[in-house]
């Protein structure tokens, strides 16, 4: 188990590299993980496809249509779910924006792991929170996370660990889409 966390942990905090993951586990229980496999016992176990551009333009559509900037809907994205369309998270978020079923439902999402729909419902529900808090993107990201009543009940980013990290992670990543886009 403490090996399982460790993994995660470094792959959490590594820098951004683009590579297949590769998997086996040996006869005492513990877990190996590789993007350069050395044997037939390794098995792909997440397929990394680089800086994934074939969302851009399900991207930049959405943004345009809910009058968001496209950087902060790929912060959301690489915050959320590092742009895996199958991202399932422990409390039952799905997808790319990892929209929670309620949440996917209210905004007409059939099919949270299809990323157009998942990119579309996530992108009106960040909207739906920006004009609920006058466009204050850190309260707009706590409500994403945390939801709208958390944030209005504690009168601001609520006292939550996971979601004070969300918004610093979101805004970091934010600024980085940001110069990215201005060629910085």
Do not use: C, W
């Amino acid at each position: 188990m403490r090996l399982l966390f460790s993994a995660i942990l470094i792959f959490a905090i590594a820098p951004a590299v683009y590579a297949d993951v590769y998997r086996y586990v040996d006869a005492s229980g513990v877990v190996h993980f590789t993007n350069t496999p050395t044997n037939t016992r390794y098995v792909l176990y997440l397929k990394d496809s680089g800086s994934k551009p074939e969302f851009g333009e399900i991207i930049r559509r959405h943004s345009t249509s809910y009058r968001l900037e496209e950087a902060l809907v790929k912060a959301v994205i690489k915050a959320e779910s590092d742009y895996n369309p199958r991202a399932v998270s422990r409390k039952g978020a799905i997808g790319m924006m990892q929209l929670l079923p309620s949440t996917a439902r209210d905004m007409s999402v059939r099919d949270p792991l299809n990323p157009e729909e998942n990119i579309r419902g996530g992108s009106r529900y960040l909207r739906l929170m920006l004009d609920q808090f006058d466009n204050n993107i850190e309260l707009a990201l706590a409500a994403y996370n945390a939801g709208p009543n958390a944030v209005k009940k504690h009168g601001g980013i609520p006292p939550y660990e996971e979601t004070q990290t969300y918004v610093k992670r979101v805004k970091r990543y934010l600024q980085l889409y940001r110069q990215e886009r201005d060629g910085a």
